[in-house]
């Protein structure tokens, strides 16, 4: 009798096996013939490969109780053919089944709750999916809210997304199977704790996050600076807000950390009237003040990047005790290239200074000359800087150096 049940076993298994495999090729042959009307059905929301997984997980679980059921006659039949092994036998049914029977039984006395959960995560998901296409409406401009900026559309669908969820879990935790009993008490104040205690930070940052969209300090696409650090806003998340540098570097803020420092938006005035660019230099009393402020004009004006209209203007910072301070005052509209409108603007005072013969005194003064320190407009020679004919000018290695 062991013998002949050991073969049927192995029969047994050898039949799941090929009734698998043929299961398996069957749900893929059909898949594949079926596939594209199933995405033009589903509005390719369903694929083919999802139903195949699907499927292949019902024959999965389908395998694995046709071997528990196999196994389990098996061993009822061997056993119970033993006189020293017949107790197991008899015990079998009630250590296996006894406990299979029991969450049956719980199962059912526990359809009413999940009926009533499922119906409330169905209605929380079509809840959540209209809100979903309200925020992208109203993001797009289909929708206008007066007093409601497109871009606080996402932020606001994703604090509604979570209290909606919050709101559908606490209406089913009394309908959860077990959800009274102290084992499942004690593991929900185990996690609560847990997460009172891991996500201090993240919390705060996650607050930080809802104050900046709502307080509209920035935007994705701007130019800020935080703490020291200067660039372009690449991405605003509830949780950080990266920013790319001029030198390429992407940077990674904290929200807590940028809501409690002073931001700087250089791109919301960029456009209308623009952002000031300021440079200063200093100069000494015998130069008059007002070819001063024409050279630094004509500085601006020779400046690509600074507007015309608001026109550049000069202020007189101080009064020192040897040089005059002068600050060039120019609009600009382009916040993205700053450092490079700077650096020009820079050149063309050093241009415009040198080209009248005038000397800047930044940023120390020494002492009276026999001639003032200036670099005449013959000399602008391009690099290396040398008057050509000369030797360095012609050496080869040195101009390759």
């Known amino acids: 009798m062991t013998l002949a049940a050991t073969v049927a076993l192995l029969l047994g298994l050898r039949g799941i096996g090929a009734l698998y495999r043929r299961a398996r090729n069957g749900i893929a042959a059909w898949v594949g013939a079926r596939e594209e ?4 059905r589903t509005a390719a929301v369903v694929s083919g490969p999802h139903i195949q997984m699907v499927m292949n997980g019902l024959v999965d679980v389908a395998r694995a109780l046709l071997v528990f059921l196999l196994f389990f006659v098996y061993f009822r039949v061997v056993l119970a053919r033993f006189p020293w092994t017949f ?24 359809l009413p709750g999940l009926v009533f959960i499922g119906v409330v995560l169905v209605i929380a998901h079509y809840v959540i999916r209209f809100l979903r296409f309200l925020a992208m409406e109203i993001e797009a401009g289909h929708i206008e809210i007066p007093g409601f900026y497109t871009e606080w559309a996402k932020p606001t669908y994703n604090i509604v997304r979570v209290l909606v969820a919050f709101f559908a879990i606490v209406v089913c935790y009394p309908y959860i199977p077990g959800s009274q009993t102290e084992a499942f008490k004690g593991v929900s104040i ?70 409690g420092s002073r931001i700087t938006n250089y791109s919301r005035m960029a456009k209308d009237p623009g952002v000031i660019l300021h440079a200063t230099v200093t100069v000494g009393y015998d130069a008059p003040w007002r070819q001063v402020h024409a050279m630094l004009l004509q500085a601006a004006d020779r400046t690509e990047g600074i507007k015309k209209d608001p026109a550049p203007f000069v202020l007189q910072t101080g009064l020192e005790q040897v040089q005059v301070s002068y600050e060039i005052n120019a609009y600009t509209d382009q916040a993205h290239r700053m450092l490079r409108v700077y650096s020009e603007l820079r050149q063309n005072i050093l241009d415009a200074f040198n080209e009248y013969g005038v000397q800047i005194m930044t940023p120390f003064y020494e002492g009276d000359k026999a001639a003032p320190i200036v670099v005449p407009k013959e000399k602008w020679y391009a690099a290396p800087a040398k008057e050509p004919g000369s030797s360095a000018a012609t050496d080869p290695e040195l101009l390759e150096k």
């Open 87 to 110: 107790p197991i036998a008899r015990d079998l049914d009630q250590m296996l089944l006894g406990p299979l029977t029991n969450m049956g039984r719980s199962l059912v006395a526990a």
């Open 37 to 40: 009307g199933i995405r033009k």
């Open 190 to 259: 185990f996690i609560g704790v847990l997460l009172s205690l891991g996500s201090t930070s993240a919390v705060s940052n996650l607050v930080a996050g809802f104050v900046l969209t709502y307080m509209r300090g920035y935007r994705v696409g701007d130019m800020i600076q935080v703490e020291g650090d200067r660039g372009m806003v690449v991405e605003m998340t509830l949780l950080a807000t990266r920013i790319q540098t001029p030198k390429n570097e992407v940077i990674t803020i904290p929200n807590a950390t940028v809501i």
